[in-house]
């Protein structure tokens, strides 16, 4: 160690007039130094000063550059060095020697800026303000027969593109292009894993997925998946997901997506459908995703059903029923309830049996399948035939009254409310009503009521005034256990409540005036004088409303 103390000495006396030989002397000294013991040399070095001496030495046609980058490379591996290069003023010669044609200065610079900006946001930011991206880019498209400064290049984007601000910087160079490139010459798979790592954060920006479906990466990755769907080794089944997965990424994508549906006619969509049927796992999770997908707008949808895709997803849940896999059972169901979403395609689906294919799935106990089980359901339903048939299902009504109260799980909740709500709604069937009173449905409607969301209050108003006015003698006690007169008064009274809301609840009084102990209830209640102001309402409908409102409640008084 006596000879670093010495060479460090050395440099901070004489950095600026040392002869070049004497300068590459000492810097042998510090990277042996370094290479032996990193942590104590690291700490000697920020002692001694030497930091601020190095911004000057960062010179393009030093042949000494590349060594002091390779020591501040070094010395940035210890977290606590980090900040003292950022303070000695690194950073800006580092960056400019970027564009240096030194092939080991351009290596030695990147580890360097790598190592200083490890882990902070900030100062990857910082880079990305200073233009390094497009810098980055250009250096891969010239260096790419140099594995070392690939390599490097593809680090720096990891980092940097899991940073929002980069998408847009990335957005603008060619490094769609380039990445595919590279990616055609990999055959190791820990290069392709490198790029894959790169690529993913990157399309998840729209402009650039639509950059790598044109680059020619989906063609890549249905070669890498055909390459390893029969694979057993841990970087086949790693590769195929990885590649299956990204696909689905790029699907996400509006533009991408319908440049690869091609009206349903294109050979990566067809491709994708194939994995539907497969054996293995991924490529049936992959595949469902992808229809869930392609299934973004009614034409797409509409051209699949026609096209048999629903009988390809039901055989597929069909094989995940018993013990089934939960993410293929979740995407299978994703893609059934966007495929419901058109009007022309409830119908064709029930009488295809989707119906009783999801329902299934009722007792899995895993909220996200329920969530996508009653999604499916409730787009399937706004034919009165279908929701009356399923609204006199018991098993599924007291299923739905258990998942209401699924309180850890506010999405399954809310769908399962909003399905009960459907059901009595579409269905208008007293039979119906009565399954969801004796089944203890009709507390969580008027709790639905409540709900922040005006959409869903709508729904249990609208379901709610269905209730009174075709059984009220059977939901009499669950409506005033569930305290429903004083909810309405309230949401008569608050202004913030939206004019539908007041609309409904105005219907609703007047339906609940034929029970009894309601009567009484809405009596002893100042409503007269709520809804009076109401008549002087903004909304039209509403005044009309408060109007006939009022002489039901004056009449009945």
């Not at 950073?91 to 790598?114: F, S, Y």
């Not at 991408?256 to 497969?278: D, I, N």
């Not at 054996?279 to 059903?305: E, K, P, S, T, W």
């Not at 399905?419 to 969801?436: E, M, N």
């Amino acid at each position: 160690m006596d000879n670093l103390s010495d060479a460090l000495k050395k440099l901070k006396i004489t950095a600026i007039d040392i002869s070049e030989d004497s300068l590459e002397g000492c810097l042998d000294c510090l990277l042996q130094a370094l290479a032996q013991n990193n942590m104590e040399t690291s700490e000697k070095l920020q002692g001694s000063g030497i930091l601020q001496l190095f911004a000057s030495l960062l010179t393009p046609h030093s042949p000494c550059t590349a060594k002091v980058a390779n020591i501040i490379a070094e010395v940035a591996k210890n977290e606590f060095m980090r900040l003292p290069c950022v303070e000695a003023g690194l950073i800006p010669p580092l960056v400019q020697l970027l564009n240096c044609k030194d092939q080991e200065v351009l290596l030695q610079t990147g580890r360097a800026l790598g190592n200083i900006c490890y882990d902070s946001h900030s100062l990857q930011a910082q880079l990305i303000n200073m233009g390094v991206i497009p810098t980055l880019v250009k250096l891969l498209g010239v260096h790419c027969q140099n594995s070392a400064l690939t390599e490097m290049c593809l680090v720096a984007f990891g980092n940097l593109a899991e940073l929002e601000s980069s998408k847009e910087q990335f957005a603008h160079t060619n490094i769609a292009e380039e990445l595919v490139k590279l990616f055609k010459k990999q055959g190791e798979h820990d290069k392709k894993e490198m790029i894959f790592e790169v690529l993913a954060p990157l399309a998840e920006n729209d402009v650039i997925k639509l950059q790598l479906v044109d680059a020619g990466l989906v063609e890549c990755l249905l070669e890498v998946v055909q390459q390893t769907v029969d694979g057993e080794r841990e970087e086949d089944i790693a590769e195929l997901k990885t590649a299956s997965d990204l696909m689905v990424l790029l699907l996400l994508g509006d533009e991408s997506m319908q440049k690869l549906f091609e009206g349903g006619k294109g050979s990566v969509f067809q491709r994708v459908l194939s994995w539907v049927p497969s054996n293995n796992h991924q490529l049936q999770l992959a595949g469902a995703l992808a229809i869930a997908n392609f299934a973004r707008n009614d034409g797409n949808c509409i051209h699949m059903v026609d096209n048999g895709i629903v009988q390809k997803l039901m055989e597929l849940l069909d094989r995940h029923v018993e013990d089934g896999n939960v993410t293929v059972q979740h995407a299978a169901l994703s893609a059934l309830r966007n495929l419901a979403i058109p009007v022309v395609n409830k119908a064709k689906m029930l009488s295809a049996g989707v119906a009783e294919a999801v329902l299934k799935f009722l007792k899995s106990e895993m909220p996200p399948v329920q969530f996508k089980l009653l999604g499916t359901l409730r787009m399937l339903i706004d034919a009165q035939e279908a929701a009356e048939q399923l609204g006199k299902n018991v098993k599924l009504v007291q299923r739905l009254v258990e998942w209401c109260e699924a309180k850890d799980h506010a999405g399954v909740m809310g769908e399962s409310n909003r399905l009960l709500s459907a059901l009595i709604r579409h269905s208008k069937s007293k039979d119906v009503i009565k399954t969801i009173v004796e089944n203890g449905g009709v507390k969580h409607l008027v709790t639905m009521a409540t709900s922040e969301h005006v959409i869903m209050q709508n729904e249990a108003l609208v379901a709610l005034a269905l209730i009174a006015a075709l059984e009220l003698v059977t939901a009499e006690k669950d409506l005033e256990n569930a305290k429903l007169v004083q909810i309405l008064h309230r949401l008569l009274a608050d202004e913030r409540s939206a004019p539908e809301i007041k609309y409904n609840s105005m219907v609703l009084i007047c339906a609940l005036m034929g029970s009894e102990s309601l009567h009484k209830e809405v009596q002893s209640l100042a409503f007269l004088e709520v809804v009076s102001k109401l008549r002087s309402h903004e909304n039209k409908t509403v005044a009309q409303q408060a109007s006939l409102t009022e002489q039901r409640l004056t009449v009945d008084s």
